[in-house]
Nanobody, 115 residues
Framework: VQLQASGGGLVQPGGSLRLSCAVS????????MGWYRQAPGKEREMVAV???????KYADSVKGRFTVSRDNAKNTVTLQMNNLSVEDTAVYYC??????????WGQGTQVTVSS
């Protein structure tokens, strides 16, 4: 199983980016899928996760600005990020199955918010 993330880049404050993650291989649709991020010198943190039943959880810092969605048929998870701020600068990782020992991670995509 491989997770391939795309869509990162450089954007000005207030701008938008859309991250996509394609999961290849057999992954149970019962797994949660989502996005985490890690800024320099900080621990990796949850950004947005969508469970198998569609229940969504967001970090407080991104509520109202980010939207996560999944397509079980296509095995993809996306993150629409609006009104980006400098504090959103980080490497973003897509994930299947959570942080635990059985969680799967993509390679990370850099998001830089700067004027």
């Amino acid at each position: 199983v491989q997770l391939q993330a795309s869509g990162g880049g450089l954007v000005q404050p207030g701008g938008s980016l859309r991250l996509s993650c394609a999961v290849s291989g057999s992954v149970s649709s019962a797994n949660a899928m989502g996005w985490y991020r890690q800024a320099p010198g900080k621990e990796r943190e949850m950004v947005a996760v969508v469970g198998a039943g569609g229940r969504v959880k967001y970090a407080d810092s991104v509520k109202g600005r980010f939207t996560v969605s999944r397509d079980n048929a296509k095995n993809t998870v996306t993150l629409q990020m609006n009104n980006l701020s400098v504090e959103d600068t980080a490497v973003y990782y897509c994930n299947v199955g959570g942080r635990g020992a059985f969680g799967l991670w993509g390679q990370g995509t850099q998001v830089t918010v700067s004027s």
